[in-house]
């Protein structure tokens, strides 16, 4: 009987011993997840914070000016005193030398500071049609020498998009169709045309783009023109 109650007495205490061990795995499995979701978050939030850093950064860089019409550099001049928003990410060309800051809008200090992401069409960084306006005395005019396969990238605080060209259209101002949503990614670019006709330009030229691939910050090659 004692032996019979001895094991009974053993076999208790090892399943107590067991269910402490579980418990104690599991808390801890607990705690190392939320400590890893923890790390995982504030990763992400760093590096949402270093990359809208390096957007604003970039964006205070003077740009090429060296096709620019006078009045436009002019204008950029001026914009640069101006209260303006942050920018929403920057615009990549390596192929054509252009790098500019994206804002909300398409308003002339918008335009005269950068390029305006047309609102109405999806917002950069999201799936659909990404709009995206430009004077073509300005930012855009590094436009005429695109060519198809050329590489765009646009750059927010969380993704970096690369994109490639796949056609160039010259359009009537009314030709709205081109900013209708689309089921795939693509990128149109806006702006005047012709790019050197002396006054209002009667046009526009069209740069369709698709989306290639995410990539890594293309912001670590940017420096100044």
């Known amino acids: ?13 090892l399943a ?15 705690f190392g997840r939320a400590q890893g979701i923890a790390a995982f978050e504030s990763e992400r939030l760093a590096d949402t914070h270093a990359a809208s850093s390096r957007i604003q950064d970039a964006a205070t860089l003077k740009p090429n000016q060296s096709r620019w019409s006078p009045g436009r550099i002019a204008a950029w001049r001026e914009s640069q005193a101006a209260a303006s928003q942050a ?3 920057l615009l990549r060309l390596p192929d054509v030398d252009l790098v500019a800051p ?17 609102e109405g069409t999806s917002p950069p960084g999201e799936s659909g049609n990404v ?20 590489v765009v990238e646009l750059v927010t605080p969380d993704s970096t998009l690369r994109y490639r060209i796949d056609s160039t259209v010259v359009v009537d101002p009314d030709a709205v169709h081109v900013l209708a949503p689309t089921d795939s990614s693509v990128l149109t670019l806006v702006t005047c045309y012709p790019f050197y006709y002396v006054g209002h330009a009667p046009r526009r ?13 293309p912001l670590q090659r940017v420096s100044a023109n």
């Open 131 to 150: 709009g995206i306006a430009g004077h073509r005395d300005g930012f855009f005019r590094a436009l005429q020498d695109v060519a198809r396969g050329d």
């Open 87 to 89: 920018p929403l990410g």
């Open 102 to 118: 994206v804002y909300i809008g398409t308003g002339e200090l918008a335009l005269n500071r950068g390029l305006g992401w047309i």
């Open 16 to 30: 107590v011993l067991c269910l402490g061990t579980y418990l104690g795995a599991r808390a801890d499995g607990e």
């Open 1 to 13: 009987m004692q032996v019979t109650e001895l094991i009974g007495s053993t076999v208790r205490i």
């Open 205 to 217: 030229y069209i740069v369709r783009a698709r989306l290639e691939r995410s990539g890594p910050d």
